[in-house]
């Protein structure tokens, strides 16, 4: 005996429901998919592609131009600190003006990942303690770079300007930044 009452029929129209639904999600996933690596691959691309001159391995000595501060500017470093990274195999190492840090870091095709770095921990006037919590943020959250023989910069997912390092005591050049493929959107 089949019963085939209100309940049933409704039931299978819910049962209906679910599976077209679920379809319908699964092709909007898949739609939403392809649109995202559509996007994507071109910027991919062009920061695979930026320059021949430029390296993604950010081997060597560096000191800090500017990083970004906390309320978004990008600020030097405070007179009479000196905020340095050495970048050697998979670690980084510097100070940051008052205390020492190491890290590890991987990098390849303009990517980097940096692990949150460790430091000694010496206590400093508040605008140094300041200076080093807004740059070691930084670190933690660098996710592109761009280099050259002289020049490193640290980019967020966002293609914001975190760190601008300049190698081996090297003054800053403005056509580094200014001509960088992000800085357009960012102004």
Known sequence: MVVCGPWSIRKKLIDMYLIISMRYRIIISFIFFVGLMAVLSPAYAEL???????????????????????????VSPLPETLITATFSGINLSGSTG??????RYTSG???IIITTPV????????????????YLANLKHAALLLMNE??????????????????????ISDDLILNSPFYSDMV
């Open 48 to 74: 695979r592609t930026i320059s021949p001159e430029i390296s993604v391995n950010p081997e060597g000595n560096f000191t800090v131009n500017q990083y970004l501060n906390k309320v978004g500017f990008l």
């Open 98 to 103: 008052c205390n020492q840090y190491n890290a």
């Open 109 to 111: 095709s303009g990517a």
């Open 119 to 134: 430091t000694t921990r010496m206590l400093c006037q508040p605008e140094v303690m300041d200076q080093e919590g807004d």
């Open 150 to 171: 002289t020049h490193l910069l640290l980019y967020d997912e966002h293609e914001v300007l975190l760190v601008d390092y300049v190698s081996d005591g090297e003054s």
